[in-house]
Structures are given as C-alpha cells and as structure tokens.
C-alpha cells in the first residue's frame, strides 16, 4: 500500500506503522490489570473480549485503518504487551494473572506512549483525534496515585488525552475516580464481550467525526453501569 509508513520487526520482516497517513488517526491504549485477583474467569474473559475487539473492529472498513491500539499490562510490575499498530496488526493477547496492584508506573509508560504516538502523527503529518487511555482494574493499588492523576487531570483539560476507568470485581471506586474523574464505568460479572463492543462502536463513532467536533455517544449495554451522559464532551 503506498501510503503505508514501515517499520522494521525484530525478525526484519516490514510492517506498517501506519495505515492511510493522509486520514486522521485515532490511538487508543488498552490498560490492563492483570493482578492475582484476576486469576481464573476474569483473565480468561478479559483475553477473549480483547481478541474479539480486535476481530470486530477489523470488520468495519473505515476504522480498522484509522484505529491504532496498543496494551500494556500491570501487576507487581508494568509491561508493554503490545505497542502501537493498526488494529489488524494487533497480535493475539493471551495475558496471565498474579502479583500485586501497581498502577503508576504503568499508567506512565500508558502516557509517554500516547505522547509518542502523537508525536509521530504530527511527524507524518497526520491529523489525530484525542487519544484514549482505557484502563480496566479489579482492585486498588498498593502505590500513591496522587501525582500521575493531576498529571492525567492535566493533559485532559489540555486537550490531550481521554482517561476511562473500567471497574470490575472488587475495583476501588475511588482510585478510578481520581484517574478518570466522572468517566468511570462499572462491569456486572466478568463478561468484558458488550464493553469492548462499546469500545468499537465509540471508535467507529469517533472515526466519521472530524478531529475536534463532539462524536455521537454511544449507550453502554446493559451489564456496564455509568456516572454521567456526558463522556464525550
């Protein structure tokens, strides 16, 4: 495709880094808590939802060449489990649960990704959207917050980011509030199928909306609980 940027993989086999550069470009990041409470259903879930957001979302021709995820995972410690690609380069996820509930490093790296990638959009001359941080935690975390959540408060009233908090299980409502402020979502058991299909619906809604106007809101199904209508302000 000619209007393919490349990049070069470990095994030196060329892959884009970029789809159709002269269209605007959304990035989304997956922030994931993969702590020993997840062990068992919701980890298992939780890689089923995201392998099958992935499949969705490549259905629909117009945002499987604008969307460009990555994942990072956070347990004891934090790790990119995916950098950012298009989305139908987005490898299968298969995480594991165990160890504690340390968010900020991780929320971090989530940051100095998202300003990468904005950095490169604006190198190759590519009109972003607002890029989204989604995290999804079961538990609270075993380190202060405090710092990384003014830094996120920041970059929001700037412009340069949407923070969403997905709770499940036994999540602490607190910590996502202070994380997301209103923009802070609850799932009913473990079946994350209906939250990504709000992720990919939400994208494509973004997709055919011009970079700074307001897309249409999309309803939440009926096993995620919300704060407020106003999201997507």
Aim: proline share 6%; charged share 25%; net charge negative.
């Amino acid at each position: 495709m000619a209007n393919e940027m490349m990049q070069r993989t470990f095994n030196d086999d060329v892959m884009p880094r970029i789809l159709n550069a002269n269209e605007s470009h959304m990035a989304c990041l997956m922030l994931l808590d993969t702590s020993g409470s997840m062990s068992g259903t919701p980890i298992d879930e939780l890689n089923k939802g995201l392998n099958k957001f992935r499949e969705d979302v490549c259905k629909d021709d117009t945002t499987k060449e604008v969307l460009d995820v990555a994942v990072v995972e956070f347990n004891s410690n934090e790790r990119v489990v995916q950098n950012f690609v298009p989305v139908p380069y987005m490898e299968p996820v298969n995480l594991s649960a165990g160890g504690g509930t340390n968010m900020t490093p991780a929320i971090r790296t989530a940051i100095n990704m998202v300003n990468e990638r904005s950095k490169f959009y604006a190198e190759t001359g590519t009109q972003p959207y607002k890029p989204w941080i989604i995290l999804i935690s079961d538990g609270a975390p075993q380190d202060d917050i405090t710092q990384i959540a003014g830094e996120i408060r920041n970059m929001e009233e700037n412009g340069k980011l949407k923070f969403f908090s997905l709770g499940v299980g036994g999540y602490d409502s607190d910590t996502l509030h202070k994380l997301s402020g209103p923009k802070v979502m609850k799932l009913a058991g473990y079946d994350f199928t209906g939250f990504f299909d709000w992720v990919n619906k939400s994208m494509r809604s973004v997709s055919v909306t011009a970079p700074g106007d307001v897309p249409q809101g999309i309803p939440l199904p009926a096993d995620v609980d919300k704060d407020t209508n106003d999201w997507m302000a």
